[in-house]
């Protein structure tokens, strides 16, 4: 990294306030309405929505249509939280064989296996497999062409 | 009198770890990083260790068994470090009673208000959490001095049966075994040359220098030894910065008087601690890779914002010129500074020294003329005498032109996995 490209370091994001208008915005045609008055008062932060625990949050970008299911598509990105430990019914991030994926981990007659989000995959019990899990999905961002 | 346990916890081959939190492929198999350029190996895992590849070897010697799919060699990723480096430091933050960064991948934590079973119990919760919110390995050394838990830090790396945790009373039958077996030379602060002073003496070993008079050893050797005596006793006496250990990295940092949030006195206070820096490294005849620039604000302040952010600016190349020192911790002070947080304390820390005269360094490193370094030496070594002689700060350096002309070679870097939206990990649905 060049000094000049430097990005902030993540594990404390700074607050990215979003002006919360509390009265409703009035497009009259009696002029413009007073910026000072649509903006009092508080701010929403969507880190604090989204990243519960900055040093364990992680960003991913998804690729592959298997998680469709679950509303986890092509291009989405992840929020991935280290510091969760997994239990069955969550979206993880694991390593398997050498790889990096998204699968959801579900007991099924008392095993454990790692589900797709689409009937083209079949679920893979966990015991076949070389798998450790990396991280647990707090949520997906899914961003519309606009 | 008993004094509270200070931890020392120590990433294990961090650089590595960072590439192969995000690259399981690199898991278990030997891995070498590369300087600027990538000139040479400044840091390797423990399979590139065993394969006999030292510190400093340049990249090209190692081409072969690159070519073969035997070792992986990867470019430097500061801005990845430095990331997780602060990752680190917050999960160490939340779970103790306090850190005092020492290096990018060394931290002191305090234990103050714990008793010893409840102090190994919570170092045994930091060990797991880091790994598991990071993914970087750590080992923890505990005892009542920084000497000790130097000692008890290097303990748990190497000996398994610690399971990466080592506590050390000061005055148990552990602590003796453990220092009758360290070398002098392992002991923080203490050199060859004292060493060497010392076996004429009969001291050859931490627990012989434990046992010595240290007032005895105050008058025949020097007032830094006896507190290096006292603190292997379990007595706390030497602060961070002190020691005397021929330096990895130099850090200079300050609280302020009062908190404060101004961009400007933040500016005059990473300058002077720059600057500082860079006279310590030519001091040391080091030259310095990168540099880490952090801010804190006050921890038991809960009223207040709180933010202590760190970064890493690599440098064009290894340098001890303060001029580019100046202007990456200035960049890398505006990257993070955020207005409305009062804070308390900022430092730098000149991360990654090599020796000034090693040869490599020109051959290898450097983008510049010759020309151009023996200037920049001259410079600094006037700069060096004027303040020695006129006293400290007489001349500074003004605020820092920004360099364009940095060509950084880095062609095996991995993506900016935690600081660029452009290049996050992709993970397969």
Same mark, same amino acid.
């Given at each position: 990294?060049?000094?000049?490209?430097?990005?902030?370091?993540?594990?404390?994001?700074?607050?990215?306030?979003?002006?919360?208008?509390?009265?409703?915005?009035?497009?009259?045609?009696?002029?413009?309405?007073?910026?000072?008055?649509?903006?009092?008062?508080?701010?929403?932060?969507?880190?604090?929505?989204?990243?519960?625990?900055?040093?364990?949050?992680?960003?991913?970008?998804?690729?592959?249509?298997?998680?469709?299911?679950?509303?986890?598509?092509?291009?989405?990105?992840?929020?991935?939280?280290?510091?969760?430990?997994?239990?069955?019914?969550?979206?993880?991030?694991?390593?398997?064989?050498?790889?990096?994926?998204?699968?959801?981990?579900?007991?099924?007659?008392?095993?454990?296996?790692?589900?797709?989000?689409?009937?083209?995959?079949?679920?893979?019990?966990?015991?076949?497999?070389?798998?450790?899990?990396?991280?647990?999905?707090?949520?997906?961002?899914?961003?519309?062409?606009? | 009198?008993?004094?509270?346990?200070?931890?020392?916890?120590?990433?294990?081959?961090?650089?590595?770890?960072?590439?192969?939190?995000?690259?399981?492929?690199?898991?278990?198999?030997?891995?070498?990083?590369?300087?600027?350029?990538?000139?040479?190996?400044?840091?390797?895992?423990?399979?590139?260790?065993?394969?006999?590849?030292?510190?400093?070897?340049?990249?090209?010697?190692?081409?072969?068994?690159?070519?073969?799919?035997?070792?992986?060699?990867?470019?430097?990723?500061?801005?990845?470090?430095?990331?997780?480096?602060?990752?680190?430091?917050?999960?160490?933050?939340?779970?103790?009673?306090?850190?005092?960064?020492?290096?990018?991948?060394?931290?002191?934590?305090?234990?103050?208000?714990?008793?010893?079973?409840?102090?190994?119990? #919570?170092?045994?919760?930091?060990?797991?959490?880091?790994?598991?919110?990071?993914?970087?390995?750590?080992?923890?050394?505990?005892?009542?001095?920084?000497?000790?838990?130097? #000692?008890?830090?290097?303990?748990?790396?190497?000996?398994?049966?610690?399971?990466?945790? =080592?506590?050390?009373?000061?005055?148990?039958?552990?602590?003796?075994?453990?220092?009758?077996?360290?070398?002098?030379?392992?002991?923080?602060?203490?050199?060859?040359?004292?060493?060497?002073?010392?076996?004429?003496?009969?001291?050859?070993?931490?627990?012989?220098?434990?046992?010595?008079?240290?007032?005895?050893?105050?008058?025949?050797?020097?007032?830094?030894?006896?507190?290096?005596?006292?603190?292997?006793?379990?007595?706390?006496?030497?602060?961070?910065?002190?020691?005397?250990?021929?330096?990895?990295?130099?850090?200079?940092?300050?609280?302020?008087?009062?908190?404060?949030?101004?961009?400007?006195?933040?500016?005059?206070?990473?300058?002077?601690?720059?600057?500082?820096?860079?006279?310590?490294?030519?001091?040391?005849?080091?030259?310095?890779?990168?540099?880490?620039?952090?801010?804190?604000?006050?921890?038991?302040?809960?009223? #207040?914002?709180?933010?202590?952010?760190?970064?890493?600016?690599?440098?064009?190349?290894?340098?001890?010129?303060?001029?580019?020192?100046?202007?990456?911790?200035?960049?890398?002070?505006?990257?993070?500074?955020?207005?409305?947080?009062?804070?308390?304390?900022?430092?730098?820390?000149?991360?990654?020294?090599?020796?000034?005269?090693?040869?490599? #360094?020109?051959?290898?490193?450097?983008?510049?003329?010759?020309?151009?370094?023996?200037?920049?030496?001259?410079?600094?070594?006037?700069?060096?005498?004027?303040?020695?002689?006129?006293?400290?700060?007489?001349?500074?350096?003004?605020?820092?032109?920004?360099?364009?002309?940095?060509?950084?070679? =880095?062609?095996?870097?991995?993506?900016?996995?935690?600081?660029?939206?452009?290049?996050?990990?992709?993970?397969?649905?």
């Amino acid at each position: 990294m060049r000094a000049s490209e430097i990005f902030q370091a993540h594990p404390a994001p700074p607050a990215q306030g979003l002006p919360h208008p509390q009265t409703t915005i009035r497009a009259g045609i009696s002029g413009f309405p007073s910026p000072a008055e649509d903006y009092v008062g508080r701010t929403l932060d969507l880190n604090q929505r989204l990243v519960k625990r900055p040093s364990a949050t992680f960003f991913m970008t998804v690729t592959g249509d298997s998680m469709e299911g679950f509303g986890i598509q092509d291009g989405d990105t992840l929020v991935v939280d280290r510091s969760v430990n997994a239990k069955p019914g969550h979206i993880l991030v694991a390593l398997v064989d050498g790889e990096v994926i998204v699968k959801r981990y579900e007991l099924l007659s008392g095993r454990p296996y790692l589900c797709s989000g689409n009937d083209r995959y079949a679920p893979v019990p966990v015991s076949d497999l070389d798998c450790q899990v990396w991280g647990v999905v707090r949520s997906v961002i899914h961003e519309f062409p606009v | 009198m008993t004094y509270p346990m200070i931890g020392l916890v120590d990433c294990n081959n961090f650089y590595v770890s960072c590439e192969r939190v995000f690259q399981p492929r690199l898991e278990g198999v030997p891995v070498g990083i590369m300087s600027n350029n990538d000139g040479c190996v400044i840091a390797r895992s423990r399979e590139l260790k065993a394969l006999g590849v030292k510190m400093g070897t340049p990249a090209f010697q190692l081409q072969q068994w690159v070519s073969q799919g035997r070792i992986h060699l990867l470019s430097s990723n500061y801005e990845l470090y430095g990331d997780m480096s602060a990752r680190v430091r917050e999960v160490l933050e939340e779970f103790s009673a306090g850190v005092d960064p020492y290096s990018i991948d060394e931290m002191f934590v305090r234990f103050d208000g714990f008793d010893d079973p409840a102090t190994l119990d #919570l170092a045994r919760t930091l060990y797991r959490k880091v790994r598991q919110f990071t993914g970087i390995p750590v080992c923890v050394g505990v005892a009542p001095s920084r000497t000790l838990a130097k #000692l008890a830090n290097r303990a748990a790396k190497e000996r398994p049966e610690y399971g990466g945790v =080592c506590m050390l009373t000061g005055d148990d039958d552990e602590t003796r075994h453990l220092l009758e077996q360290t070398e002098l030379g392992d002991v923080w602060g203490v050199g060859q040359r004292l060493v060497e002073r010392l076996a004429i003496q009969g001291i050859k070993t931490a627990w012989d220098l434990r046992c010595a008079d240290p007032k005895t050893v105050r008058r025949r050797f020097a007032v830094t030894l006896e507190r290096t005596a006292r603190e292997l006793r379990g007595t706390p006496c030497i602060e961070m910065n002190e020691s005397d250990e021929p330096r990895q990295r130099i850090m200079t940092s300050r609280s302020f008087g009062r908190l404060t949030g101004e961009l400007s006195e933040l500016q005059e206070a990473i300058r002077q601690h720059a600057q500082r820096g860079a006279e310590k490294l030519r001091a040391q005849q080091s030259h310095t890779r990168a540099v880490l620039v952090f801010l804190k604000t006050h921890r038991h302040r809960q009223d #207040l914002a709180q933010y202590s952010p760190s970064i890493v600016a690599e440098l064009p190349e290894p340098t001890d010129d303060s001029r580019p020192i100046l202007a990456a911790a200035q960049q890398a002070l505006e990257a993070i500074y955020r207005p409305g947080y009062r804070f308390m304390k900022a430092g730098v820390m000149l991360l990654d020294l090599v020796d000034a005269h090693r040869e490599q #360094l020109s051959l290898l490193d450097s983008s510049g003329s010759a020309a151009d370094r023996e200037r920049s030496e001259r410079l600094m070594s006037t700069l060096d005498e004027l303040n020695q002689k006129m006293g400290r700060g007489t001349v500074r350096l003004g605020v820092p032109r920004q360099n364009a002309a940095w060509h950084l070679r =880095c062609a095996h870097r991995t993506p900016r996995w935690t600081t660029q939206w452009g290049e996050l990990l992709s993970v397969k649905a």
